[in-house]
């Protein structure tokens, strides 16, 4: 089991950046994919990036070219550094871990921060 801990989010105008983060504890030498959610009010939940254990990542087509994930193993945090924001981007923002692979049900079955807003001007 573990838990996570976002932070970073704030209120930004259009075209700034965020870097928000995602501490994990608990079971952090297990391996888990993880993954960072948004969700504006009124509109579905939806998945920015999975992140795989060994690396791989999978970016929503919304998202590509302007944000970009990374972990440090060493502070088990992960990382989402967001560029070009819009205010379609304004969103509360969750980290989520699953264990093992990255699977269709990682809302489901994974593990949720509390979230940090993003707000973006126009």
């Known amino acids: 089991q573990v838990q996570l801990a976002e932070s970073g989010g704030g209120s930004v105008q259009a075209g700034g950046s965020l870097r928000l983060s995602c501490v994990m504890s608990?079971?952090?030498?297990?391996?888990?994919?993880m993954g960072w959610f948004r969700q504006a009010p009124g509109k579905e939940r939806e998945e920015v990036v999975e992140?795989?254990?060994?690396?791989?990542?999978t970016y929503a087509d919304a998202v590509k070219g302007r944000f970009a994930v990374s972990k440090d193993n060493s502070k088990n945090t992960l990382y989402l550094q967001m560029n070009s924001l819009n205010p379609e981007d304004s969103a509360m923002y969750y980290c989520v871990a699953e264990f093992g692979i990255c699977t269709s049900r990682i809302e489901e079955d994974g593990y949720w921060g509390q979230g940090t807003q993003v707000t973006v001007s126009s």
């Open positions: 992140f795989a254990a060994d690396g791989r990542t």
């Open positions: 608990g079971d952090t030498d297990s391996p888990y994919c």
